[in-house]
């Protein structure tokens, strides 16, 4: 399975950006799909994630009511649309795919990673 991210750039605080991240090979597997970010100096942390079975999607405390993450089954397409970004929103962000039958939110549970995109919020 490949994962290419794409969308990241630089954005003024309040602005808003789309990520994308196309998933390739073994398309006809099923995996939940997420989405972590890392800031310079600081671990990778969780923001969202979809699951494949149902569509249900979980996000983190600081992201929620501004993130919004989908995906488009039928393009392998899984998105983070980002709305009112902060400063604190600046970050390396990475996909991520995990099989389906797995649960959790830890980075250490994803099978697949993505390259990252770069998300900078200017103040």
């Known amino acids: 399975v490949q994962l290419q991210a794409s969308g990241g750039g630089l954005v003024q605080a309040g602005g808003s950006l789309r990520l994308s991240c196309a998933r390739s090979?073994?398309?006809?597997?099923?995996?939940?799909m997420g989405w972590f970010r890392q800031a310079p100096g600081k671990e990778r942390k969780f923001v969202a994630k979809?699951?494949?079975?149902?569509?249900?999607?979980y996000y983190a405390d600081s992201v929620k009511g501004r993130f919004t993450i989908s995906r488009d089954n039928a393009k392998n397409t899984v998105y983070l649309q980002m709305n009112s970004l902060k400063p604190d929103d600046t970050a390396v962000y990475y996909c991520?795919?995990?099989?389906?039958?797995?649960?959790?939110?830890?980075?250490?549970?994803?099978?697949?990673w993505g390259q990252g995109t770069q998300v900078t919020v200017s103040s």
């Open positions: 979809i699951w494949w079975r149902g569509g249900s999607t």
């Open positions: 090979g073994r398309t006809s597997s099923s995996y939940n």
């Open positions: 991520a795919a995990q099989t389906w039958t797995k649960a959790g939110t830890e980075a250490s549970s994803y099978d697949y």
